[in-house]
């Protein structure tokens, strides 16, 4: 029997106004997780795990408030991790597609329904984001990857082969990998978190997943979500932790299948190296699947709207505090703009407010952390200092309370200077100032300054402006985006990634990067085998 998953949509991205109800229910949620504090085990073959070796969770806006402890996997935890993975790896295989899919449709419709408020507030309050960053995070696009992934994984699993000639059938076989794929998660989205270690599952792989340390709140809750949903006892093993640990033990495991991950460019050539050096030991070559960083563009023409290229550019970089690897991080800008341009941002960065997420006034929050707070500070403190550039609007790094960092403008006169070229990762948008004439010449720049490849935009309304841009730049960015801001991708839509140091491009929301976590076989039958050695042009 054929079942056939349903045509998805993207789910439906919720206003929070004064006054609605989905706003009254999101406050109560927000109250309820500000008041307690709970406790996160490990979750290693269904089965929870206290090693004793606590961290703890606060929220970054208010780094004295605990939200809750979290138990910190150690060696034996880790390889326990691997050998629940190993325990289930056939069983779960084998479960039929429809199953394995039915499993995640039903954790988006828990998600978009019963655990949609506890997990905005979770990533709220653990992550700090403001509602709207958080509804279109942890709830809509997290959603939209569980839905969306089982319809393009039937999609891949309808794909046959084109001809069986008489007497034959030819048919493909998608297999999952050989052995367990590590799930490594970021703590700048919610819906990466949970999207990296369930993709390889609906396609039959088992995983040991390490989610970072400032979001394992969230994380929690998204593996509980998961089990309520009826995912079976070891097929995702949930260990937080010491990157450094868990990394040097799953990486050395000969049943290494593949790497799912989104994190620092440094860390993915760490763990591409290791493998490389442990190629030896696997049963198989792993799948090495990275989004990495960014240093992300908006490029403007002189006949752009200034207004629509502010707006973008406030947004695109100061959203979550820049702390998306597709944010706005550089701009360049012709000489004619500039003072309109700036204009602009001032009136609307005089109307922006920075505190606590659960004040709904405020757009911009704190920094996820100590180590955060301090690397963004450092590249504004060295701006002041530096002849070539200057801060021309904030520049206010606070950590008394939270981690706060002003939304800054930094206007440099080299287009090389140190904040145009390396990821910052914070609410910092350097802006570089361009001879109108020269177009052209500063393409190439904005196509050499960085070493990534992630996300872009042109703004322009000259269509050989943009046209120009669309080719010059074709390498710049797996995501480019055409008079709009460089952020936002959405399931469906917009798959995503990017190439260069940017990662492996393999499109997360969409068919591509399932592809990566299956092994086709394909298979012949002959209905009637041949009886006789001789061909006919033997024959006398």
């Not at 929690?220 to 932790?241: C, D, H, R, S, T």
């Not at 402006?465 to 709009?484: E, P, Q, V």
Request: hydrophobic share 40%; charged share 20%.
């Amino acid at each position: 029997m054929f079942f056939s998953v349903p045509v998805p949509q993207n789910e439906p991205v919720f206003t929070y106004q004064a006054g609605s109800s989905e706003r009254m229910q999101l406050e109560v949620a927000l109250q309820e997780l500000f008041n307690q504090q709970i406790e996160i085990p490990a979750i290693i073959g269904g089965k929870e795990i206290f090693s004793g070796h606590t961290e703890s969770c606060i929220c970054p806006h208010d780094h004295r408030h605990i939200l809750g402890t979290y138990h910190k996997a150690g060696e034996p935890e880790i390889l326990q991790a691997i050998e629940a993975a190993a325990k289930v790896r056939q069983d779960w295989e084998e479960m039929p597609f429809y199953h394995r899919s039915a499993i995640f449709l039903k954790a988006a419709e828990l998600l978009s329904t019963k655990y949609r408020y506890l997990l905005n507030a979770a990533t709220m309050l653990g992550q700090s984001k403001n509602v709207h960053q958080a509804e279109i995070d942890s709830a809509c696009e997290l959603i939209d990857f569980w839905r969306f992934n089982a319809y393009f994984a039937q999609k891949i699993y309808e794909q046959q082969p084109l001809i069986s000639p008489k007497g034959e059938w030819n048919f493909s076989e998608y297999r999952a990998l050989e052995g367990f794929v590590f799930a490594i998660t970021p703590f700048n989205f919610t819906a990466i978190a949970g999207n990296l270690p369930t993709s390889p599952a609906l396609m039959g792989n088992t995983v040991v997943w390490k989610p970072a340390g400032t979001a394992i709140y969230s994380g929690y809750y998204i593996m509980k979500i998961l089990q309520e949903a009826g995912l079976p006892e070891g097929v995702i093993n949930f260990i937080p932790g010491s990157g450094a640990q868990i990394g040097n033990h799953v990486l050395d495991s000969p049943h290494l299948a593949g790497i799912h991950f989104t994190g620092s460019t440094g860390v993915f050539n760490q763990i591409w190296k290791r493998t490389a050096n442990n190629i030896h030991l696997y049963k198989s070559y792993p799948r090495l699947v990275g989004e990495t960083g960014g240093k992300d563009f908006i490029f403007a023409h002189s006949s752009s709207d200034v207004r629509a290229l502010a707006v973008a550019s406030l947004r695109g970089a100061f959203e979550y505090q820049g702390q998306k690897c597709s944010a706005a991080s550089r701009l360049y800008i012709p000489a004619s703009l500039y003072t309109a341009w700036l204009g602009h941002m001032e009136e609307m960065l005089d109307k922006v407010k920075m505190g606590d997420v659960r004040d709904f006034g405020n757009f911009v929050n704190a920094v996820i952390d100590k180590k955060s707070f301090e690397t963004i500070k450092g590249y504004i403190d060295y701006t002041r200092t530096a002849p070539e550039a200057n801060i021309v609007r904030g520049g206010t790094c606070d950590d008394s309370t939270g981690y706060y960092i002003e939304p800054t403008i930094i206007k440099t006169d080299d287009p090389n200077f140190l904040t145009m070229r390396e990821e910052i990762f914070g609410p910092v948008l350097t802006v570089f100032v361009y001879e109108d004439c020269k177009y052209e010449e500063t393409l190439r720049l904005c196509d050499g300054t960085s070493p990534y490849g992630l996300t872009g935009s042109i703004f322009a309304q000259d269509r050989n402006a943009i046209c120009m841009a669309y080719n010059m730049l074709r390498h710049s960015a797996g995501n480019f985006y055409i008079n709009d801001k460089p952020t936002g991708a959405v399931v469906g839509q917009q798959p995503f990634g990017g190439g260069r140091s940017s990662g492996t491009n393999d499109k997360a929301g969409s068919a591509l990067n399932l592809q990566r976590w299956i092994s086709a076989r394909s298979i012949k039958e002959s209905f009637v085998p041949a009886r006789d050695f001789e061909y006919p042009y033997m024959l006398q």
